[in-house]
């Protein structure tokens, strides 16, 4: 099984920044993409930002030059920097992880951290 711990969500106001990390552990081959997916009420799930096992990062227009995505293959771990938040920013963000196991690649995702956008 693979785990996944995210940290760092809470409440900042609007222009401020925040950076939310996850910790990926378990049994696997390799991680061979990380991403940040968000969901606010009312909203469908959406990714953020993704990066792979190669360092190539892909990011959502609403997220391109405010979120940086950063990964640390030693650890495992994956980082979202968040810059000029606005108040619709305001979701619940998810880590998902696709890893390499014995049956071929698998995703995994996170419990979810609130990031919420004070205007």
């Known amino acids: 099984q693979v785990q996944l711990v995210e940290s760092g969500g809470g409440l900042v106001q609007a222009g401020g920044s925040l950076i939310l990390s996850c910790a990926a552990s378990?049994?696997?081959?390799?991680?061979?993409?990380m991403a940040w997916y968000r969901q606010a009420t009312g909203y469908k799930q959406e990714l953020v930002a993704s990066i792979n096992s190669g360092g190539r990062t892909n990011y959502a227009d609403s997220a391109e030059g405010r979120f940086t995505i950063s990964s640390d293959n030693a650890k495992d771990t994956v980082k979202l920097q968040m810059n000029s938040l606005k108040s619709e920013d305001t979701a619940n963000f998810y880590c998902k992880v696709v890893v390499f196991r014995d049956l071929g690649p698998q995703d995994y995702w996170g419990q979810g951290t609130q990031v919420t956008v004070s205007s």
């Open positions: 378990g049994t696997f081959f390799s991680i061979n993409v």
